[in-house]
C-alpha cells in the first residue's frame, strides 16, 4: 500500500527523515499515527523509528533532546516541533510484567516491529508513502480486529497493560479483539494487578470516553481485566448495566468517575475514598463529588438553584449528561445551564452587600457570623425573595438582626 497524501504532521516531519536517510540511515513513522491516518483519523504526535544509534541521531541535529534516551528515544527539535526519534530495538526481560529488563538496539526494521503490541500498530510508513505491513496489520485495519503480534501471551507477558490497551482500542475504535488474544487476556487478566494505577487509569478513562464504550466494558467484564481494577471486584453486575446504556458518548474524565460513582451506588465520601485509590486528580474529585450531587438531584426530582449555584458550568453539564445516558436526565441537555445562566447570582461575590458592608455599614462583628448571613442572602436571592439590590439586602439583614434580638 501506499499512500498518496500523507497528513500536514507528517509533511512537517519529512526533513528528518530526509536527513537520516542521507546520512545512510533507515527512518519511517511508526506508532498509533500510522494506524491513525489510515483509518483517515486525525493524528496527535509524530513518532520516528530508525536504525541510527541515539548517539548517531544526536550528532546529525542541532538540536535534541535526551527524553528516554536509555530506551533509544531522543526529541529532535524542529521549527518549534518536538519528535520522538527513537533507534530500532529489541527487548527482553520483563520479569516485573511492565518493562524490559534490557533494551537492544538493532538495525533492522522487522526486529523492531515484532516486538510491538498489535498488528494494527506495528505499521511503518515510509516518507515516501509506501506502508511496511510484516504482519497483515492493513488487513485487520480493513476487517476491524486488534490482533496481538506473534504470540499474544507473549506480548501480555512482556506489558501486562496491553490488555486494557486492547480494550480501549476495542472501544476507540469500535473493534472486535480476535479470539486468540482475547483469551490470552482472559488468562493473564491476573497481571494487571503488576501495573501502576495510574497507567491503568489513563486507559480505563481512554475507554470509556471512547465510541464504542459499552463494548470496551463488556469486554473487561468477560475477561475479568475488571476485577483486577481498584474497586470494581463485586460490582460487575453494575458494570454491566453501564455496558448496556444505549446512549453512552462521555466527553470527559468528570463524566466517566460521575457515571461510575452514580451505578456502583457510592455515597459521596465513598466516591472520594474510590476515586483516591484510582489515584484520581483532587480538583477532578471534586468536580466529580459536585456532578454526582446534581445527578442525584434529578433522580429524585428536585434540582433547587442553590445546588445549580454551588456548582459551575462544566460539573453541570456533566452531572446533567450522566443523569441523562442513565435514563432519567432532561431531553434538553443545555435545561440546568440555561436555568444556572439565568440565576440572579451565580457567585457570593455577585452579591450586591460585602461582608465589608456588613461590618462597616451595619455594625456586624468579624467572625464567621459574616461568611452565615452572607449564605443566608445567597439563599433568599436564589429564592427569589429579595432582590439582589443594595438597599433591599441592607434592609434585609436590619429585618434579620431585629427578629433575632426580638427572640433573644
Ligand atoms: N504497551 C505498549 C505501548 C506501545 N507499544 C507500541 O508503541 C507505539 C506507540 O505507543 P503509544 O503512543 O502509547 O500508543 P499508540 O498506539 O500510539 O496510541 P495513541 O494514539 O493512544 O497514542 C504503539 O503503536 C505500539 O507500536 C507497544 O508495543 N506496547
Ligand atoms: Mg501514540
Redesign the pocket.
Known sequence: MRLAQLPEEFKNAQPILTKLESAGYEAYF???????TILGKP???V?IATSAYPQEVKALFKRTVDTGIEHGTVMVLDHGNGYETTTFRTESGYQDYRRPDEVTFVRQLADD?K????T???LALKQDGTVVDLFHGLDDLAAKIIRA?GDPEA?FG??A??MM?AV??AS?LNFTIEPQTQKAIKDHAPLLSKIAVERIHEEFV?MMIGPAAQRGLSLMIQTKLADYCPGFIGHTIDLSTIATLPHLQMTDEVEVWTLVALHLGLSYQDTVEFLQVWKTANHIIKAVVMALHLTYAQQYHRVKPRLLFDLDPGTIRAGTNVARYSGYGPEDPNQWLEVYDKLPIRNTRELAITGKDLIQGLGMTPGPAIGQTLDQLVDTVLAGEVKNDHAALVAQVIEQQKSANASE
Request: no cysteine; hydrophobic share 35%; proline share 0%.
Open positions: 511508526v506508532g498509533g499515527s500510522v494506524r491513525d493524528i496527535h504526535d513518532d516491529l516486538r510491538r503490541d498489535f494494527i500498530n506495528a503480534v506480548r512482556e506489558d497493560l496491553r490497551r480501549r482500542f476507540q481512554k
